[in-house]
């Protein structure tokens, strides 16, 4: 996977691409032969678990994409993308304590998110939305 420098995008791996999209953060899909900060190419997509009509699973979306998109031409598999600007995710506590909120790029937030798992139980209730409980032993 090459390296490339964009402003506001980060160029990451399916496995990544994966995890944040069913974290609920939103995942550019593009050609890779496409620059994805080039508004004259319009093939990419943004997609994210909480978006209506879309498929079921991540690698159904990807395979659906790669069909209709993936040409010689614009590149022969698909790259993923993430944005770089800072994002924001909520935490509410079962218990009713005060919410808990940061702020950070997509990648911040997914450690952040793998940091509060170690000891609540995370339920999505929608993008950038979540809800905890505390994990019983």
Same mark, same amino acid.
């Given at each position: 996977?090459?390296?490339?420098?964009?402003?506001?995008?980060?160029?990451?791996?399916?496995?990544?691409?994966?995890?944040?999209? =069913? *974290?609920? !953060?939103?995942?550019?899909?593009?050609?890779?032969?496409?620059?994805? @900060? /080039? #508004? +004259?190419?319009?093939?990419?997509?943004? =997609? *994210?678990? !909480?978006?209506?009509?879309?498929?079921?699973?991540?690698?159904?979306? @990807? /395979? #659906? +994409?790669?069909?209709?998109?993936?040409?010689?031409?614009?590149?022969?598999?698909?790259?993923?993308y993430i944005s770089t600007?800072?994002?924001?995710?909520?935490?509410?506590?079962?218990?009713?304590?005060?919410?808990?909120?940061?702020?950070?790029?997509?990648?911040?937030?997914?450690?952040?998110?793998?940091?509060?798992?170690?000891?609540?139980?995370?339920?999505?209730?929608?993008?950038?939305?979540?809800r905890l409980e505390e994990?019983?032993?």
């Amino acid at each position: 996977m090459n390296k490339y420098n964009f402003s506001k995008l980060e160029r990451v791996n399916k496995t990544t691409a994966k995890k944040v999209y =069913e *974290n609920g !953060f939103d995942v550019l899909f593009i050609p890779c032969k496409l620059n994805p @900060e /080039n #508004d +004259f190419y319009s093939l990419g997509i943004w =997609e *994210n678990a !909480f978006l209506q009509g879309q498929p079921e699973t991540f690698e159904k979306l @990807e /395979n #659906d +994409f790669s069909y209709y998109n993936n040409r010689p031409d614009t590149g022969k598999y698909t790259a993923f993308y993430i944005s770089t600007e800072k994002s924001m995710i909520h935490f509410e506590f079962v218990n009713g304590s005060n919410p808990y909120v940061f702020r950070g790029s997509v990648m911040e937030c997914m450690n952040e998110l793998k940091k509060w798992g170690k000891r609540w139980n995370i339920e999505t209730l929608e993008q950038c939305f979540y809800r905890l409980e505390e994990k019983t032993t």
